[in-house]
């Protein structure tokens, strides 16, 4: 019926028709309430509004404001099949328009979204954000062939989301870790660990120390690559030199830095840190590999070292106790020697700009000499002598990044009590302060989790080819981006969750 054959009169009865006929419009489409997009991880805010979405035509631009983002526009162009058309100010039917807004009190990595008149706008006050709002408007068209009406406002909970690759005792090729990359990227994850040097391996090239790199190796162009390929998705690659212990590597082009009982019995895998040379040569590593990998975060390792596992340290390694006590006077134990050997290692890097991190059970109570405050607790376990609660770290105001062995361990060959971690399991049961096992940690504490890393060690390499552990820890990474970006309850079902990862691919 057109418009305007009925109108209301004075006391709201129909009117008489209208003498003459009025012209008859094209009828207008009417649109239903949008509904939020399917996204991993969800978005956390979606504005429904009334309209028909965007879908991506051959011939439609991405444009950007800001060159500091023209590598996020030429990659969005590229997965949509649009055209790159730089900084313009005109606006056509069909845009994507990616701006930077500038507002320093927000949080960098915070987007909008707007699907609004056949066009789409993605703004934040940083690159990062405005790559994250790429993701989604990417797994929307990827998940549902459009993004629907309205506006996605969105921000991670945590600011550290993680992945940690063990290459030293299984290699990998450059180009399956260059593919992670790109997964992480689009999963909005912000850091790739690169554990490189442990007692099956050193893989990467050295120019200092070119004696101890394994026959197996990333070349340096290699990890350049892989470095480049990480900043433009806003991932910081976070290199680990173990020490003082899982040093086999640099032992056996070095035997004489061995650390050796009182009875002279090697030990495997530790450094006599009472040698000077000891940390002549990690130095010259960490200070070497601070020109290859810029980010501004340092994994010192600091774990497991194998002088204190036995009762009575300082009977069993004379020589430790002697160099502790002549450093930190006559009390001083072979911990407080080692906790020393960490700070020192800490101030290497620090004069890099480097802010150090260090596993748990490097960190130790009581004693003559403290770990330094700015030493990210890298928490992965609790089954380690004289283990530490997870609160005892966040007591003492320290900073922490949860890589609960329990849930995020995805250990090749499933030695000792490991078993491969499921995405279920996270999804449902684990968030940021679970720390250790399956309790969380005190709500006062939340703060001060900075976020959590998954973690690929390599203990029986041959126990699984890169094809299989690409696809093993497929759905963990997925469950973990989620309750990384939120870890509220989520809204749908594990068995839902699964089914929308299968269609965003």
């Given amino acids: 019926m057109g418009l305007g054959l009925w109108a209301s009169n004075d006391d709201g009865g129909p009117a008489a028709a209208p003498s003459s006929p009025s012209p008859t419009p094209s009828p207008t489409r009417s649109y239903p309430l949008s509904e939020a997009p399917r996204t991993i991880p969800a978005v ?24 500091a983002l023209a590598d996020e526009g030429r ?27 500038r507002d320093s009190g927000a949080d960098p990595e915070s987007y909008a979204l707007t699907v609004r008149g056949g066009r789409v706008t993605v703004s934040g006050p940083g690159e990062a954000g405005v790559f994250y709002g790429t993701r989604t408007l990417k797994q929307e068209i990827r998940g549902a062939g459009a993004a629907p009406e309205g506006v996605v406002r969105d921000e991670p909970a945590k600011p550290r989301r993680g992945m ?8 990998y090729d450059a180009g399956w870790i260059e593919d992670r990359v790109r997964e992480l990227g689009d999963l909005k994850y912000n850091e790739i660990g690169l554990h490189f040097s442990d007692d099956q391996g050193f893989r990467i090239a050295s120019d200092s120390h070119p004696e101890i790199v394994s026959e197996d190796h990333l070349t340096k162009a290699q990890v350049r690559k892989i470095v480049e390929l990480a900043e433009s998705r806003h991932i910081t690659v976070v290199p680990e030199i173990d020490s003082p212990g899982h ?21 495997r895998g530790a450094i006599d840190i009472a040698n000077p040379e000891s940390a002549r040569i990690v130095d010259d590593l960490l200070d070497e ?37 002549e450093k930190y006077g006559s009390g001083a134990t072979v911990e407080d020697l080692t906790t020393g050997w960490l700070n020192d290692r800490a101030a290497t890097v620090r004069a890099h700009d480097r802010v150090p991190r260090a596993w748990n059970d490097g960190f130790f109570s009581g004693g003559s000499v403290q770990a330094d405050e700015d030493i990210r607790v890298a928490y992965w376990t609790g ?43 996270i999804y449902e049961q684990w968030t940021p302060r679970v720390l250790r096992g399956t309790e969380p940690v005190p709500a006062r504490y939340d703060r001060q989790i900075l976020g959590g890393s998954f973690a690929i060690w390599g203990d ?28 509220d309850e989520p809204t749908l079902s594990w068995a839902e969750f699964r089914t929308l990862a299968g269609r965003l691919g």
Wanted: no cysteine.
């Fill in 75 to 101: 990659l969005t162009a590229r997965e949509l099949g649009l055209t790159y058309a730089g900084e313009k100010d005109d606006e056509r039917p069909g845009d994507v328009r990616l701006e930077l807004n």
């Fill in 44 to 67: 956390r805010e979606h504005t429904a509004e009334r309209g028909p979405g965007w879908r991506p035509v051959p011939g439609h631009r991405v444009v950007v404001s800001d060159p």
């Fill in 383 to 425: 089954k380690e002598i004289g283990a530490r609660k997870p609160a005892e770290y966040l007591a003492e105001g320290r900073e922490v990044i949860n890589y609960n062995d329990e849930f995020l361990y995805y250990v090749l060959g499933e030695p000792l009590t490991f078993v491969y971690p499921t995405g279920e399991r």
């Fill in 460 to 487: 029986l390499p041959r126990s699984q080819t890169q094809e299989q552990v690409a696809a093993g820890i497929r759905m963990p990474l997925r469950a973990l981006a989620q309750k990384l970006w939120d870890a």
């Fill in 289 to 325: 590999y601070a020109g290859l990998f810029p980010g501004d975060r340092w994994h010192l390792g600091g774990d497991e070292y194998q002088a204190l596992v036995v009762p009575d340290p300082e009977a069993t390694f004379p020589g430790l106790a002697t160099a502790a006590r």
């Fill in 247 to 267: 040093l086999g590597a640099v032992i056996d082009a070095h035997p004489d830095l061995q650390l050796r009982t009182a009875n002279g019995e090697a030990v």
């Fill in 164 to 171: 940690m690759l063990d290459i030293a005792r299984k290699h």
